[in-house]
Nanobody, 116 residues
Framework: QVQLVESGGGLVQAGGSLRLSCAASGNIFGINSMGWYRQAPGKQRELVAAITSGGSTTYADSVKGRFTISRDNAKKTVYLQMNSLKPEDTAVYYC??????????WGQGTQVTVSS
């Protein structure tokens, strides 16, 4: 059974930083891409950042230059360093992992709240 456990969310003032982590456990049959998504109240879930097995990264325009995604393959963990946070970054953040067979796994979500 595959599980994704997220941590690092919380309440921070605008301009502050947070680092999210998502650790995978269980037999994933090889991790391909890893990514972070977020969903604010009343809005659709959107891609924040993603990283391929080769290390290529993709960012939403709204977070470019402020957020950095990274991964530790040995630990089956993906990170999201979030700097210069803004109130509009407030959302539930979800990690998603795709394995080599194309199966998607989602974390349970972690709340990030940025106060103005």
């Amino acid at each position: 059974q595959v599980q994704l456990v997220e941590s690092g969310g919380g309440l921070v003032q605008a301009g502050g930083s947070l680092r999210l982590s998502c650790a995978a456990s269980g037999n994933i049959f090889g991790i391909n891409s890893m990514g972070w998504y977020r969903q604010a109240p009343g809005k659709q879930r959107e891609l924040v950042a993603a990283i391929t097995s080769g290390g290529s990264t993709t960012y939403a325009d709204s977070v470019k230059g402020r957020f950095t995604i990274s991964r530790d393959n040995a630990k089956k963990t993906v990170y999201l360093q979030m700097n210069s946070l803004k109130p509009e970054d407030t959302a539930v953040y979800y990690c998603r992992i795709t394995n080599m067979l194309g199966t998607l796994y989602w974390g349970q979500g972690t709340q990030v709240t940025v106060s103005s």
